[in-house]
């Protein structure tokens, strides 16, 4: 990795020109390996890495930022000759020292996933492929999709601090077509987060593809879902896509500040039930959005955004907290040195309470029990919400009743969140890629079992 006399040489260099608040140096190593199985073959195998570094400034509320995949002195130092022709304001410029800063949490990756033999990966993917293949006659594709990434980062900062991370993250992903006559349906299942290949120790490959055939197959012979208003009990095992899509960009920090959350100007009101809180934590061992420290050098931390349903916090990366006169909240996150950090969602979750899960779906007599959310579409400046159902049943006389087909929630996260008047005390997570100004980071959301009395579920009339 980059020299730290040459990282302070390139802040020196830009802070030089006397007119910034802040500046901080983003050095990056990156190597990846994606592989894809369909139909028994090995459709895609993708090997490489990557490096680069990028030199941010702020100066009076606004970035400039510069990056190169050179990490040569004249390159870095070439960076910042660009960037302090932004600074025109005078005034002294103060000694820089870089201190290693220490992080808050550690993780350990018992099984570094670059050092098992690819031969060893693509036969695990092979034989998880086969498996989901050969549970039923009616499965027509099966693709299985394997990722790792291991990530180096070093960030020196004008505050005279110098923040080292290595990252490591491991994804299986699975997508199994079933089809019967005409009706085609799709069963998905994805795991991983920041762990090593100890991962298939914990959760084999082929339970996983299982999963998914069993979950197409099923959906075969699910009814049309019935539609109109009615109780919706949200199972913890569909993860955490209603939080993370409904309520966590409301509470990143820079929606708000431009007037583009329904949360804006709302700190300190009550925003949801009293039995609802809500927090961001990065400190979480394995999960997909944890890492000892976001990719500004500020330490992982659990962020409390809902406590007893009054809001009490946003997610701030730094140059959202310099504007809020707050603090940051390790919420800075950039998808590589190509691209300037915001404030970003990392394990974002409702908490649990206190009624045992199954307790709540005893206590519905009739309405809609989702156990996978599928994708959606959300407004944060209104909060209003469509996500379809990959999963669902007919709760009967308060027990999962048939699979159900076709449906989707609308609503609105707002509402949605003061409705909710049961919260069981399970969890469960689900992991993604999250997309914002064209930008992607791993994160994963999580929520206990929820009931909201009344949902608009869409189906047949």
């Known amino acids: 990795m980059t020299d730290t006399g040459l990282m302070k040489e390139t802040l020196a260099a830009v802070l030089s020109a006397k007119g910034i608040d802040y500046a901080d140096l983003y050095v990056e190593a990156s190597r990846s390996t994606g592989i894809q199985i369909e139909d028994s073959k090995v459709e895609k195998l993708l090997e490489g890495s990557d490096s680069g570094a990028g030199l941010r400034l702020i100066r009076e509320g606004k970035t400039s930022y510069a990056y190169t995949n050179r990490l040569a002195k004249e390159d870095f130092l070439q960076m910042a000759a660009e960037l302090s022709t932004a600074a025109v304001r005078g005034g002294p410029v103060r000694d820089l020292d870089l201190t290693s800063r220490a992080p808050q949490v550690e993780y350990a990756i018992k099984i570094d996933p670059g050092l098992v033999a690819l031969e060893k990966k693509v036969g695990m993917l092979k034989e998880a492929e086969r498996a989901a293949r050969a549970y039923h006659g009616s499965i027509k594709q099966v693709s299985v999709t394997y990722r790792e990434t291991a990530q180096k980062v070093q960030i020196a900062s004008s505050e005279g601090f110098l923040a080292v ?129 976001d990719d500004e050098g500020t330490p992982s931390q659990k962020t409390v955004l809902i406590k007893d349903g009054v809001l009490t916090g946003f997610m701030y990366d730094r140059l959202s907290a310099m504007k809020a006169g707050a603090n940051p909240t390790g919420n800075g996150r950039r998808q590589s040195y190509r691209h300037r950090p915001i404030p970003r969602m990392t394990n974002t979750m409702i908490c649990p309470g206190k009624t045992p899960a199954d307790e709540i779906l005893k206590s519905t007599p009739r309405g809609l029990l989702v156990k996978k959310m599928g994708g959606g579409q959300v407004n944060t400046l209104t909060g209003d919400f469509v996500f379809d159902v990959q999963e669902g049943y007919l709760i009967e006389n308060g027990q999962a009743g048939p699979p159900v087909r076709g449906a989707t929630l609308a609503g609105n996260g707002p509402r949605v969140l003061m409705d909710i008047d049961m919260v069981g005390s399970d969890l469960g997570f689900s992991i993604g890629t999250c997309g914002k100004d064209s930008q992607g980071v791993p994160v994963s959301d999580a929520q206990p079992t929820i009931r909201v009395p009344e949902l608009v579920v869409g189906g047949e009339s």
């Open 165 to 293: 991370d290595d990252r490591i993250q491991t994804v299986l992903l699975v997508n199994v077509i079933a089809r019967d006559g005409e009706v085609v349906q799709t069963g998905y299942e994805a795991v991983g987060g920041a762990m090593g290949f100890e991962l298939f120790d914990e959760v084999p490959a082929v339970e996983v593809a299982l999963k998914a055939a069993k979950k197409a197959v099923m959906m075969l012979k699910a009814r049309r879902a019935p539609g109109g208003r009615m109780p919706v009990v949200i199972s913890s095992q569909a993860g955490g896509t209603m939080i993370h899509e409904a309520v966590g960009h409301g509470l990143e920090a820079d929606l708000s500040q431009q007037g583009l959350s329904i949360y804006s100007g709302k700190m300190g009101q009550k925003i949801a039930a009293g039995i609802i809180n809500v927090v961001d934590d990065a400190t979480l061992p394995g999960k997909r959005g944890s890492f000892r420290f």
